[in-house]
């Protein structure tokens, strides 16, 4: 026999598994649980806080200790890049004073020569 695949019955279940009402573990909300219940919660956002107060505490300690870090790093990168200034300055110097010493030379040559 073949089977009719437009044929209305359905071939799954008619009520899915958790369609049915929840039943509560405890049925009464009593004043006392409703306090016990708040007080938890109270202390579990205290705890919270607290938690994030530390993870500051602890991230603003590593922040510091990063911008000290990094600038003992900036003052040794500019005295050494001082040393090596003051360095190509020298040289300058002296090619100035080659060059100076090479054109006084041609003026004298050219006017006593």
């Not at 003051?86 to 010493?101: D, H, K, P």
Request: avoid cysteine.
């Amino acid at each position: 026999m073949a089977h009719n695949w437009h044929s209305p019955v359905s071939h799954t279940r008619t009520d899915p598994p958790y369609s049915g009402l929840m039943q509560s573990t405890r049925p009464n909300w009593t004043d006392a649980r409703m306090d016990e219940f708040a007080e938890r919660t109270e202390q579990n956002f205290r705890e919270v806080r607290r938690e994030i107060r530390d993870a500051r505490t602890e991230v603003r300690a590593e922040i510091k200790e990063v911008k000290t870090e990094l600038k003992g790093d900036i003052q040794e990168l500019r005295g050494e890049m001082n040393a090596r200034f003051g360095g190509i300055e020298q040289r300058f110097n002296v090619l100035f004073g080659a060059l100076a010493t090479g054109f006084v030379g041609a003026v004298v040559a050219h006017f006593l020569g």
